[in-house]
């Protein structure tokens, strides 16, 4: 399919440096015959080495993505925003009527991960996350 045929899926999240580049990344291996898709925060903060290393454990190498703002997407349409944390829900902007918005939070590793005692088990923390993401990708139907 070419890249005109595809859906443009945007995943949206607050910092745009766990969640949604892990949900991008599926999407590129699991759907890319018919999603185009793309990632952005609404207050990015810089991609998180963690979840850097759960995709790599995964096969999957995120370590060239960058987080970026929906103001570095200024002219993309998309067909659907999933938003993908309650805080970029909230903060959602308008996007016009043909695109569907659709919510799906998933915890905060990062977040899950200032209460842990040591390493395995905050990568424990993004492991599950990003294994419910790939579910919740592979799942995906439009």
Known sequence: MSAANKMNVLFL??????????????A??????????????????GLDPRAVSAMAEAGIDISGYRSKSLAELPDMEFDYVITLCD????????FPAKTA????????PARLALASGNEEEVMGHYRRVRDEIRRYVEELTF
């Open 13 to 26: 999240c607050t910092g745009n440096s766990c969640r949604s580049q892990m949900a991008e990344a599926w």
């Open 87 to 94: 805080d970029a829900q909230q903060a959602c902007p308008f």
């Open 101 to 108: 918005l659709i919510h799906h939070a998933f915890d905060d």
């Open 28 to 45: 590129h291996h699991l759907k890319g015959d018919t999603i185009e898709p793309y990632s952005a925060g609404t207050d990015p903060k």
